[in-house]
C-alpha cells in the first residue's frame, strides 16, 4: 500500500487537528488512500454477541462521526467499523480548538462535545449502503440540551435499526456535562430498561435482534464498577465497551497541552484502559463480551487486551500518529502471533494475563 499519510505527515500536521482530520475523511471519501485489505485468517474470526467478525480489530466511534465513510475504512483492514456518536438533532459541539495532538505522548485530547449532523443525515447515508457487506455498528448518544436523554438513545434504536449491525450506547464521555451520572446505579437501570425494550419492539417489527453495547468510562471507582456490573447482569445488555477517553493527565510529557480540558486518549491510556478492562471482565464473568479500545497501537497491544479479557478491539487515537496503514498492519501482525502461540484460533488467549492486570493499579 502506497501509505500517503506518512509522505504527507509532515504537511498534513501543520494543520489544527480538526482541520487534518476533516482532510482525512475527504481522502476517504474520495478513494486517495488505498484499500489494504489482509488475507483473510480464520483463527482470528469469531463470533461475538451472534456476529461473525473476520478478525477481532475495529475502528472506534468518533472518527467518522457522520457515517461517511464505514466501507472505506472496512477497506483499510478493519473488522467492524463503528460510527457517530449520533445524536437526535445535529449539534454543533464545543467552541474550537478543542482536538489537541500530544506528539510527544502519541496523544490526543477532545473536547468535541458530539458534534453531529444528526440522525436524518447519517440515516440517508447508511441507507445508500444498500446490501453492503461488513459490519458497521452505530454508537447513539443525546443532545446537549435534550431535557429527556434517555429518550434521545431510545430515538436513536428506533431510528437505526433497520441499517446498523449493532449498537453502542455512549453514556461515557467527558465532554457533554452530566452524560457521565447515567453511569450512576439507578440511571443506568433505567437507561437499559428503556434502551433494551426499544430493541425488542423494534426486532419483533424487523424480524432480527441486533446486540447493544455498552461504553463505559475509564475513570470509574471500584464501587462504580460493582454498580454497573450489577446493573448489566439484571438486563439482557450484549457487551461492554471499556473504555472511553480519561479525565486523568497521570505521566504526560507534554506539560503545556496537559492542561486543555477534555479526555485523553492514545498510548498513555492503554495501562488505565487496560486495567479496567480487566476488572470489569472480573465483575461480570467470562460469558458477556467485551471490546477493549485505549491505546492500541499494534499487534502485540492488540492481543494484550485480548489477554485482559477483551473478545475484540478498537482503535481511533493511534491512528493519527501511524497512519491508515496501522489496521493491516495489526491485522496481519496478529497472524504472526498466532503462528507464534501455536492456536487454532484468538479465542484462545482471552484472559490468559487477566491475573497480570488485575494487579495493575488503575
Not at 472496512?74 to 467552541?95: D, H, I, R
Not at 452524560?179 to 433505567?190: N, V
Request: aromatic share 6%; charged share 25%; net charge neutral.
Amino acid at each position: 500500500m502506497l501509505d500517503l499519510f506518512s509522505l504527507g505527515r509532515r504537511g498534513l500536521f501543520l494543520f489544527d487537528a480538526e482541520t487534518a482530520h476533516g482532510l482525512s475523511v475527504a481522502a476517504l471519501k474520495t478513494g486517495l488512500v488505498p484499500a489494504c485489505k489482509a488475507s483473510a485468517d480464520p483463527r482470528l474470526a469469531q463470533t461475538v454477541a451472534g456476529i461473525r467478525f473476520p478478525n477481532p480489530l475495529g475502528m472506534a466511534a468518533g472518527y467518522d462521526k457522520n457515517a461517511e465513510v464505514p466501507d472505506a475504512l472496512l477497506s483499510l483492514g478493519f473488522g467492524f467499523a463503528e460510527v457517530g456518536t449520533l445524536t437526535p438533532k445535529g449539534q454543533a459541539g464545543n467552541p474550537k480548538p478543542r482536538i489537541f495532538r500530544l506528539e510527544r505522548d502519541r496523544a490526543v485530547i477532545n473536547r468535541l462535545g458530539f458534534n453531529n449532523e444528526g440522525h436524518a443525515a447519517a440515516l440517508a447515508r447508511l441507507s445508500a449502503r444498500g446490501n453492503r457487506s461488513g459490519i458497521v455498528g452505530v454508537n447513539i448518544g443525546a443532545n446537549k440540551d435534550a431535557t429527556d436523554r434517555i429518550a434521545d438513545y431510545v430515538a436513536g434504536i428506533r431510528r437505526f435499526y433497520s441499517v446498523a449491525t449493532y449498537f453502542t450506547a455512549n453514556i461515557s464521555s467527558p465532554n457533554t456535562p452530566g452524560l457521565r451520572d447515567l453511569q450512576a446505579k439507578e440511571s443506568l437501570d433505567e437507561l437499559l430498561s428503556a434502551v433494551l425494550a426499544a430493541r425488542s419492539e423494534e426486532g419483533l417489527r424487523a424480524g432480527k435482534r441486533l446486540p447493544v453495547f455498552l461504553k463505559i468510562a475509564p475513570d470509574l471507582t471500584e464501587e462504580g464498577m460493582d454498580d454497573i456490573a450489577e446493573v448489566v447482569a439484571a438486563h439482557d445488555l450484549d457487551g461492554l465497551i471499556v473504555s472511553n477517553t480519561t479525565l486523568s493527565r497521570n505521566g504526560l510529557a507534554d506539560a503545556t497541552l496537559a492542561g486543555e480540558a477534555g479526555g485523553l486518549s492514545g498510548a498513555p491510556l492503554f495501562d488505565k484502559s487496560t486495567a479496567v478492562l480487566a476488572r470489569m471482565r472480573k465483575r461480570v464473568g467470562p460469558n458477556l463480551p467485551i471490546i477493549g479500545v485505549g491505546g492500541v497501537s499494534s499487534a502485540e497491544t492488540a492481543l494484550e487486551k485480548i489477554r485482559a479479557g477483551a473478545d475484540l478491539v478498537q482503535l481511533y487515537s493511534c491512528m493519527v500518529y501511524e497512519g491508515p496503514a496501522l489496521p493491516g498492519r495489526i491485522v496481519k501482525g496478529l497472524s504472526a502471533l498466532l503462528d507464534r502461540e501455536t492456536v487454532a484460533n484468538i479465542r484462545e488467549l482471552r484472559d490468559t494475563r487477566l491475573d497480570h492486570w488485575l494487579a495493575v493499579k488503575v
